[in-house]
């Protein structure tokens, strides 16, 4: 997906798609970036191994629309090196992609421009050049499948509110699909607050 070299989704272990983890609230609005300063300050601490999902407050703009797609915050090479240094296991978003939409060929980055309209108004809204702050394409993605391994999440939403600022048991299985490079998954956050679930330990009856 978007880079060579990187596994498809039967070339994950099972067990990526499954594990300890936190929800993060890093609330940002129109084109900001998801840093690893706000990475870092972000609770509950993110560990090593972790699942993270990322509630930057976008999912409550979700639709077809470019408020949700062309005006959207995101993560950018920064950020998700610091991902990968940590060694997390799988980060989920509430936006549009596995990066920031100016690093996407939304702008004159890889086949794009698709809306050209938004190079300038970027440089009207900021005072920057899209190239000078975004320079290369698709950076999200490229830092941590290609550098990290880890699979990306784009437009969590429903319940997630409900379980940001907790650790939980994440799970997001995609489809048993030999060389495919993405799909739908359904996130489900599990909390046991009265220490009652228990996985069985797999012991052969009779």
Request: aromatic content about 10%; glycine content about 12%.
């Amino acid at each position: 997906h978007v880079t060579e070299n990187t596994p498809s989704l039967t070339g994950y272990p099972v067990s990526t798609f499954f594990g300890t983890g936190v929800a993060v609230s890093i609330p940002k609005k129109k084109w900001e970036v998801i840093t690893a300063e706000d990475l870092e300050n972000a609770t509950p601490k993110i560990q090593p191994g972790d699942i993270v999902m990322i509630n930057t407050g976008m999912h409550h703009r979700i639709g077809d629309c470019d408020e949700y797609y062309a005006y959207s915050p995101g993560i950018y090479k920064e950020g998700a090196q610091w991902l990968v240094d940590k060694k997390v296991k799988m980060v989920g978003y509430d936006v549009q992609a596995n990066d920031h939409p100016m690093a996407t060929k939304l702008v004159d980055h890889g086949l794009g421009p698709s809306q050209p309209h938004l190079i300038e108004e970027y440089k009207e809204y900021t005072g920057r050049d899209v190239k000078d702050d975004f320079p290369d394409w698709e950076a999200g993605h490229k830092t941590l499948m290609c550098q990290g391994g880890i699979p990306g999440i784009e437009n969590v939403g429903g319940e997630l509110d409900k379980v940001t600022g907790k650790r939980c048991t994440f799970m997001a299985f995609p489809w048993r699909w030999p060389e495919g490079e993405g799909c739908g998954v359904r996130v489900m956050a599990v909390i046991d607050p009265e220490q009652t679930f228990r996985i069985p330990s797999g012991e052969s009856y009779g």
